[in-house]
């Protein structure tokens, strides 16, 4: 099973920014994501990225405001967070797969919980008004 550890949470000011970072025990062949859920709400996906190929994709609230990137020295994924707004508070995790190509991304299925098999503790975002 992979480890999953994400730090880089934190309470922000509307407009403001936070950088997410997950750590993974295992890194290649992966395809891993980012969701968040809110108290009384369902886990939605943000945004996913495929290890080996670069393959993204950001859910309608994440476009032109997240990035999810890679350090693969390091065996990390980032979630950059710009312009947050009071409806990104949440609890944010990360979420990893094996995937030994990027055709998930292609057929859409890094969007929901349920396409991931291995999941983080979570970090907390809260962005005040």
């Known amino acids: 099973q992979v480890q999953l550890v994400e730090s880089g949470g934190g309470s922000v000011q509307a407009g403001g920014s936070l950088r997410l970072s997950c750590v993974a025990s295992?890194?290649?062949?992966?395809?891993m994501g980012w969701f968040r859920q809110a108290p009384g709400k369902e886990r939605e996906g943000v945004a996913a990225?495929?290890?080996?190929?670069?393959?993204?994709y950001y859910a309608d609230s994440a476009k032109g405001r997240f990035t999810i990137s890679q350090d693969n020295a390091k065996n990390t994924v980032y979630l950059q967070m710009n312009r947050l707004i009071p409806e990104d508070t949440a609890m944010y995790y990360c979420?990893?797969?094996?995937?030994?190509?990027?055709?998930?991304?292609?057929?859409?299925?890094?969007?929901?919980?349920?396409?991931?098999?291995?999941w983080g503790q979570g970090t907390q975002v809260t962005v005040s008004s």
């Open positions: 295992e890194y290649t062949n992966r395809c």
């Open positions: 990225i495929y290890i080996n190929g670069g393959s993204l």
């Open positions: 979420a990893a797969r094996l995937c030994d190509s990027d055709w998930r991304f292609r057929a859409g299925l890094v969007k929901q919980a349920s396409d991931f098999t291995d």
